[in-house]
């Protein structure tokens, strides 16, 4: 397809357990961005990709999470040792040139954490 | 206190109505301002992107930016049963960059 994809659609976990969200990106989008939005909520920024480096990673809460994109194209979110306060869904977006005005950032459909 | 505020409503208005949506944030440096629309279980998409103050008018949508009242708004024309969804002002410091959030309001066009 033509849009941000991520796999699964929705995980259930138990607390304490290891889970892996992955985003693919529009084919030729150089940034990547992971939000995390809970119910009710806005989506809140946790990092951005420009290529294969995190150009900003200021808004993963602590050191169980992490992400990667080591070939500049599909990304993997990673959370370790997961709490129900992580619960949430968890959305991926990119972006063509991100440092031209007026670029959009594109959504995908999101990935629904639940930990039980 | 957030950085963005946003009243998330719900607001139900009957079809045909005028709709005004708005946003208030706290940090000087926002230069980009972005109105979503994002439907249940759908992730957001763009409506409108304004840069700095001023209007921007796309079909039955217009966006309001005042950065000397740190407020920007989102007014709906004729509004239809298929505007029906939750929206999110988002704004950014760059180009580019993070783009905060606020928290939604849900709207409701009832025919």
């Known amino acids: 397809g033509a849009g941000v994809s991520q796999t699964p659609s929705n995980k259930v976990t138990e607390k304490g357990k290891y889970v892996e969200l992955r985003c693919d990106p529009i084919?030729?989008?150089?940034?990547l961005y992971w939000y995390r939005q809970s119910l009710g909520q806005g989506p809140e920024f946790l990092i951005y990709?420009?290529?294969?480096?995190?150009?900003?990673d200021s808004g993963l809460p602590n050191d169980r999470f992490f992400a990667v994109r080591p070939e500049g194209s599909v990304s993997t979110l990673k959370i370790q040792r997961t709490e129900r306060g992580d619960s949430a869904v968890y959305l991926c977006?990119?972006?063509?040139?991100?440092?031209?005005?007026?670029?959009?950032?594109?959504f995908g459909p999101g990935t629904r954490l639940t930990v039980l | 206190q957030k950085e963005v505020e946003q009243d998330p409503g719900p607001l139900s208005v009957p079809e045909g109505a005028i709709v005004s949506l708005n946003c208030t944030y706290s940090?000087?440096?926002?230069?980009?301002f972005m109105w979503y629309r994002q439907y249940s279980r759908k992730g957001p998409e763009l409506l409108m992107y304004?840069?700095?103050?001023g209007n921007k008018e796309d079909g039955r949508f217009t966006a309001q930016v005042d950065k000397s009242s740190k407020y920007i708004s989102l007014f709906i024309r004729d509004s239809q049963p298929s505007d029906s969804a939750t929206y999110l002002c988002?704004?950014?410091?760059?180009?580019?960059?993070?783009?905060?959030f606020g928290e939604g309001t849900q709207l409701t066009v009832n025919p």
């Open positions: 988002a704004m950014s410091e760059t180009s580019g960059s993070r783009l905060t």
């Open positions: 084919s030729g989008h150089t940034a």
């Open positions: 990709f420009q290529g294969t480096g995190a150009a900003d």
């Open positions: 977006a990119s972006s063509s040139n991100p440092g031209l005005a007026g670029v959009e950032q594109f």
């Open positions: 304004t840069y700095s103050s």
């Open positions: 940090n000087s440096a926002f230069q980009y």
